[in-house]
């Protein structure tokens, strides 16, 4: 079995600042790594994703993520936000073994909030 | 990428009736999902539905709750039975799309928002 950590559930920030969301997860076997973003009323989107190769991924709207295995991390990252990447964040893995398909386990979400 | 659409986009529904929610996708897919997410919280997988053969439920979804149908590669329906307002959530198809190179991608549809009064 595997879980998501999202260590948090908002975080406020200002325009231009940099953010970093976290993202911690449990697995008894190799995973996948993704990021998806909600924007309010809409579904999900993906922004980057981790495979295999190159622990740096990056993504969509100038996100990355950095995967970190001895520490099960994979915490997105941006120098510069901007007032429209208010939007949910979730974290999510997928079970390299799993013959049934790229089912997928969510972290919490994180709210971020960008402010003026 | 896959586009997805869902019908209907939200619903108001009473307590003890059924809603059956559409998924239909613009390409011939292997996988599709069906999520749940409650209000203000993350998304749980109800089931997995492949064409041609039974959905598999997670735990704490049974098929006389949920019953799913996928009749072919580009279609699939989730039926919530039976409403109780703690079934107010919003539901969401997604599909993994293994045909152009992108496997292990998920797309998701709009989502369907529920309310159970």
């Known amino acids: 079995a595997q879980s998501v950590t999202q260590l948090d559930s908002q975080v406020p920030v200002f325009e231009e600042a940099p953010v970093e969301l976290r993202c911690n997860y449990s697995s008894s076997v190799s995973v996948y790594l993704f990021w998806y973003v909600q924007y309010p009323n809409q579904g999900l989107q993906l922004l980057l994703k981790?495979?295999?190769?190159?622990?740096l991924v990056k993504g969509i709207n100038g996100f990355e993520a950095e995967f970190n295995k001895s520490q099960t991390s994979f915490h997105l990252r941006k120098p510069s936000v901007h007032i429209s990447d208010t939007a949910e964040y979730f974290c999510a893995v997928s079970d390299l073994n799993n013959n049934a398909g790229n089912m997928l386990t969510f972290g919490g979400g994180t709210r971020l909030m960008v402010k003026p | 990428s896959a586009v997805i659409s869902q019908k209907p986009s939200r619903d108001i529904c009473q307590r003890g009736t059924s809603l059956t929610i559409q998924c239909q996708v613009d390409?011939?897919?292997?996988?599709m999902f069906w999520y749940r997410q409650q209000p203000g919280q993350s998304l749980t997988l109800i089931a997995t539905?492949?064409?041609?053969?039974?959905?598999?439920?997670e735990s704490g979804f049974v098929i006389d709750k949920f019953p799913i149908s996928r009749p072919n590669l580009t279609f699939s329906t989730l039926t919530v039975s039976n409403m109780s307002p703690e079934d107010s959530s919003i539901y969401l198809c997604?599909?993994?799309?293994?045909?152009?190179?992108?496997?292990?991608?998920?797309?998701f549809g709009p989502g369907t928002r529920l309310t159970v009064l």
């Open positions: 539905a492949n064409q041609g053969s039974e959905a598999t439920y």
């Open positions: 390409s011939q897919v292997t996988m």
């Open positions: 981790y495979l295999s190769g190159s622990t």
């Open positions: 997604s599909v993994e799309d293994g045909t152009s190179g992108r496997y292990n991608e998920q797309f």
